[in-house]
């Protein structure tokens, strides 16, 4: 069983954010995927799936970014899941938008909902998968990039990832992290 957690803002103003690109691939994996309906539960919402046989609880943590660790460990202890079974899809300043990279543990590079994932888990060793939202280019503009909403010429790149994302999720699923980042960058390419 593994949990795969999107990282975002509860708030419907919030939604288009680009610090919601996390809730926004787990949306489209579970409906790609036909995961059941998204219920309350662990201070967040749930779906559970199945993704080439391998059983998958999606979670969206409701309880802001800076606290989406409370969540994700209720869910952790509750399915009695070590780390490695967590992967968590986040919004990556460091990465060209569209661009993403998978690795396991790291520091939280100024992240808030990863500083708390790693407080509450009490260990960084769980997956991320990060989504490239692209650096303002300067410091002081980062909070305002991070919380304003995608542009309409995000769409071109931003609908495209997502689709390829949950596309090439059963590589994931299967603890291919190497080749699901491949099939995602064959999937994009065309909308670079």
Do not use: C
């Not at 069983?1 to 939604?15: C, F, I, K, T, Y």
């Not at 970014?65 to 009695?80: E, T």
Request: hydrophobic content about 45%.
């Amino acid at each position: 069983m593994l949990l795969w957690v999107g990282l975002g803002n509860p708030e419907p103003g919030m939604a288009r954010q680009r610090h919601n690109i996390g809730f926004m691939a787990l949306d489209v994996i579970a409906a790609t995927h036909r995961f059941g309906p998204w219920r309350p539960r662990f201070k967040g919402l749930v779906a559970e799936g199945s993704i080439e046989g391998v059983r998958v609880i999606g979670l969206k943590p409701q309880t802001y970014m800076n606290d989406s660790g409370a969540s994700v460990q209720a869910a952790a202890a509750f399915f009695k899941l070590p780390p490695e079974a967590i992967t968590a899809f986040h919004d990556e300043l460091d990465l060209a938008p569209g661009r993403v990279r998978v690795k396991r543990g790291g520091g939280a590079a100024g992240h808030n909902g990863l500083r708390s994932m790693d407080r509450m888990l009490g260990s960084p060793d769980y997956w991320r998968v990060r989504l490239g939202i692209g650096h303002p280019g300067d410091k002081a503009r980062v909070t305002g990039h991070v919380l304003g909403d995608f542009a309409k010429v995000d769409r071109d790149w931003l609908i495209p990832l997502l689709d390829a994302v949950a596309a090439a999720a059963p590589l994931l699923a299967a603890g291919r992290p190497e080749d699901f980042m491949t099939r995602v960058a064959l999937l994009t390419q065309d909308s670079e």
